[in-house]
């Protein structure tokens, strides 16, 4: 299978993300794209620090002139962090004829206009998925799944450190300071989190999907940034009161005229502030380090799309998303033309072996005794129960009702159970049955 | 520009919107994928019938074969419904070499298989994501966002019809039939909702979504179905009681053996029916005629997209996404190279301009008229006040709170107020003054 060589500048908790999940999913990613991704060489800045995986001595580099140099490498992933040198990095590359990937939001924010025209004038493609919401795949979703669309309106939920705190101050009644520290002792905050806190990180993303939605580089003093340090929990508790949830929301609209949602001045309007949102609404839930963003298109009307914004899992699924992309954009294919058949899966499992939990209501005669009998059934099948609750309400025949939660159960176990509970003479059928979901994968 | 051909199968709800949309959005298309998509020719059942907007008499068609027959036809789309003529006008699309835009998701699933053999056989792209959840992109995050994951589980909610009769059983406390007759009459269901409401309109969607995420044809009868039909309001409330919402769920799992969430046995299982999820979780505010789905995956971990998953206009959006992939397999080109300028919109527009509307607290001297002071201030500067409320608390210096909730103001206006709200000597500073969001757009 033809190999396509891969420049990794930067090993940090990202590249190595990237660099692990390219290595454990290589035959997946084989079967999807038709070619083999290969890491060939990564540049670094301490050669001699110790790694749990990643690539062998021989490949690691200091200088990232090497990635250019090397005519084995098709593809440079841009993961170093900082501005000049990723400047640097990717006009050559871009020169050199080497497609680009990079998940740098400040530089794309402060220099995404000279990259793209060099990008457009050399016919270079540079992919950006990971700059911005980590593992949601909002750029793509925007260039492509919304291309009919003018875009309405963005609302994004992009910086999970302030989401976090904000979180907390909510849930748990911390002060801004507590919930600082506590993120900071998670791992969810750096020890700096100026950038973080001000709202410029989400500042940057926002320059992106503005951007990328409405056609041209939008400045970052063109737009109003607040972040969330000056926040009270006074402020936040009130709002509770009255509806709301405080959400970092990141805002851009188009100023609309028409009635199909395009602009009448041309202009847009980019923002990031605490906002008061309404509690009922679906990014009001958005809670914790994730990310949600809120995309109204004047065809498709409202989306949204959720996920981890930051980590070194999902940020590299989104890399490597961007890696499939320009792999095939080198000549690689997206397998069977529109369905992509893979061998690690082969069959539906039986009805009967699928396990789950379960809510059980029935009906019984209202006497001492029932319970009892119900559980030892249950029991004899091996089907735990969580939960019992018997409500004071009565159905029309005066019979009481009883709710079983159950723990995890083969259909099979289940039905089993059902069959011997319906022999009761104190339980009248039918009964009602249903699934429990608790999205622990 | 060089023109792509398309033929529409179809003019009923959604080939309607797709030409509509097509016509209005023709511009923007252009620039971002460098081709012209034009409409040359639709298939009806009746030519004579009066129609809003669409293609001149002399363009339409009773023959579907009249489609494969013109050789200014690049692409087909199949909007038809049914699943014998579909499939006859693509089998013959195909073995044409013409691209095909489908989203029939009752043939996909039955024949999906045979479909999809032809395609790679003939190496011509068969597109599907109008097929599955409207207008959010599921099929498109499932194939690229997401190809560095192995998926490990996927919950939809994927019918919107059961959504929101089970949304109405819950708010409104209504029984079935109830909800059913209202959603009848809102447009949500159909005359005949068997489909929606035995849970197969969602199974055929489960049976796309489990293919695609695992690389083999899911048979319609390996799967467990079960509707929304025989779900009481009784069991809804107590569900509501022990913490959970009810939701018709599309569950598809991998049967889970390594930490990284590959299937241990090959084996995946599929299912459809009312399920217990915790109120919590963002699933469970999905309401109404929404979609969502959630997509877990052994890098990114947890997402979720959400959207309309019916009606005209999303769906044309689907439809359109996919004509712009076709478009591009047959020699269009993403504008520019990661970036797409455009000439809607050039400009931000200044802060001063931008209106939102706020929330405001002051700390003031507890006394009479001090409202009344800040009233009459918001008011010579044209500032609405939509509600207000003076919490019993009192901050530490013994100040009372006043909480207003300001309508729609330009931020210079506001401003503008403010310095003078602060100039009464009653009220100390600093105010707190935050936006407020309620997404109408």
């Not at 981890?308 to 070194?312: F, I, K, L, N, T």
């Given at each position: 299978m033809r190999q396509i060589g891969i420049g990794l500048a930067g090993l940090g908790t990202v590249g190595a993300g990237v660099y692990k999940h390219v290595a454990q999913n290589r035959a997946l990613l084989m079967e999807r794209i038709g070619v083999e991704l290969v890491v060939r060489r990564a540049v670094v800045r301490d050669p001699s620090k110790a790694r749990v995986a990643g690539p062998s001595r021989e490949q690691l580099s200091t200088r990232w002139q090497d990635l250019i140099d090397d005519p084995a490498i098709d593809i440079v992933v841009e993961l170093m962090g900082g501005i000049d040198e990723p400047l640097a990095l990717i006009r050559a590359a871009v020169t050199a004829g080497k497609v680009v990937v990079t998940g740098n939001k400040a530089l794309l924010a402060e220099h995404g206009q000279e990259i793209f025209a060099l990008a457009a004038e050399k016919r270079v493609p540079v992919f950006f998925e990971a700059s911005t919401a980590g593992g949601i795949p909002i750029i793509k979703t925007i260039r492509e799944a919304l291309i009919a669309n003018h875009i309405v309106s963005i609302h994004g939920i992009i910086n999970g450190t302030s989401n976090y705190i904000l979180t907390r101050m909510t849930?748990?009644?911390?002060d801004f300071a507590e919930a600082l520290a506590e993120a900071q002792a998670q791992g969810y905050a750096e020890a700096d989190p100026t950038l973080d806190i001000n709202g410029w990180d989400a500042a940057h993303k926002a320059v992106i999907l503005a951007s990328l939605a409405y056609g041209f580089w939008v400045g970052t003093d063109q737009i109003f940034v607040e972040g969330i340090d000056r926040l009270t929990a006074t402020d936040i508790r009130f709002a509770d009161e009255l509806g709301y949830r405080v959400k970092l929301l990141a805002i851009i609209k188009a100023d609309a005229a028409g009635p199909d949602g395009t602009a009448g001045s041309g202009g847009i309007e980019v923002r990031v502030h605490p906002t008061l949102i309404p509690k009922h609404h679906v990014l009001a839930s958005v809670s914790g380090v994730f990310n949600a963003v809120r995309v109204c298109g004047d065809v498709v009307g409202e989306t949204l799309f959720y996920g981890?914004?930051?980590?070194?899992d999902p940020t590299a699924s989104a890399v490597i998303s961007d890696l499939a992309e320009a792999a095939i954009s080198l000549g690689g294919a997206r397998g069977s033309y529109g369905f992509t058949p893979h061998g690690l899966y082969g069959n539906c499992r039986p009805l009967e072996d699928i396990r789950s939990r379960y809510y059980l209501r029935l009906a019984v005669d209202d006497k001492p005794g029932v319970l009892g009998q119900v559980a030892s059934i249950l029991g004899r099948h091996d089907v735990g129960i969580s939960s019992v609750v018997q409500p004071e309400t009565h159905d029309e025949a005066g019979r009481a009702q009883l709710v079983l939660m159950l723990d995890r159960a083969s259909h099979r176990q289940m039905q089993s159970a059902l069959e011997d509970i319906l022999r009761l003479s104190a339980v009248m059928p039918p009964p009602a049955l249903l699934r429990v979901e608790s999205f622990t994968t």
């Open positions: 849930d748990a009644r911390l981890r914004g930051a980590g070194q």
